[in-house]
């Protein structure tokens, strides 16, 4: 009857689990990452992970940035800043929207996908089965997942950027008689090598994250079915809100405010 009593357990799981994802990160860094490494896994995953995501990423990244150009372009008006549209852009797209959305769209689309294959492996022991064959199933499975996430989310957002940064260019144009070579000109001369190493920076990160991710609670998926499907939309929930909270510590290290 102690009403503090749901409060505690709470906390109490909320600890453990932080605990047992620790443990797993661990492993999956120092058995994962070691030899032997499985370089036929990582090609494989890297054509899963990046080149497979490519569509998705580009066509968010092209209406992204034309409804960027758009609605700078209708806050502007007010103050007569409209030269500003193309900076404010390639500013946004790079910085934040370019690493952060290309997170979210391959958590949604990777994340699950991992957890529901591994998650099967699971259930169906053929992870155990890895382990009778006197194979590391965190060399074999974690590892090339973790380093092919870590390789093509900066390369999906490279790409990314593009796309977004000629969707703000499309709009500008075709729709609100932006000069082309003017925009393109402004966008050149505001935009720094730091805006968009930053973006990089971020996306290797929250490769790292969507790959632990769906790879700790496919390992830990119980129960059949309905223990995949838990662990599936739990891996991308998960790495959404870690892509948002690392987002917001990375824009606070890289830029500080003086």
């Known amino acids: 009857m102690n009403p503090l009593a749901p409060i505690g357990t709470a906390v109490f799981g909320l600890l453990a689990e932080i605990g047992r994802l620790a443990w797993f990160t661990r492993d999956a860094l120092l058995q994962g990452l070691t030899p032997r490494i499985y370089f036929g896994q990582i090609l494989r995953q890297l054509f899963r992970i990046g080149y497979s995501s ?4 580009g066509l968010t990244a092209f209406f992204t940035g034309g409804a960027l150009a758009l609605q700078i372009y209708l806050g502007s008006s007010r103050f007569n800043a409209e030269s500003l549209v193309a900076s404010i852009v390639a500013l946004g797209i790079t910085r934040e929207l370019g690493p952060v959305l290309a997170g979210l769209m391959v958590a949604g689309r990777v994340g699950a996908s991992i957890a529901a294959e591994l998650g099967t492996m699971k259930v169906t022991e053929q992870i155990d089965a890895l382990v009778t064959l006197s194979t590391n199933p965190f060399k074999y499975l974690v590892g090339p997942r973790l380093v092919a996430a870590v390789i093509s989310l900066p390369l999906l957002v490279a790409v990314g950027d593009t796309i977004g940064i000629f969707g703000g260019y499309f709009v500008g144009t075709r729709s609100l008689d932006f ?33 632990l991710m769906g790879c700790y609670h496919g390992f830990n998926s119980r129960g059949g079915a309905q223990g995949v499907g838990r662990a599936t939309t739990n891996a991308v929930v998960s790495a959404a809100i870690l892509i948002l909270a690392a987002n917001f510590l990375l824009t606070s290290l890289l830029f500080k405010v003086e």
């Open 54 to 57: 490519l569509p998705v990423v």
């Open 179 to 211: 000069n082309a070579y003017a925009y393109l000109k402004n966008t050149a001369d505001f935009l720094k090598l730091d805006d968009v190493t930053s973006g990089l920076i971020k996306a290797a990160v929250f490769g790292f994250i969507i790959a």
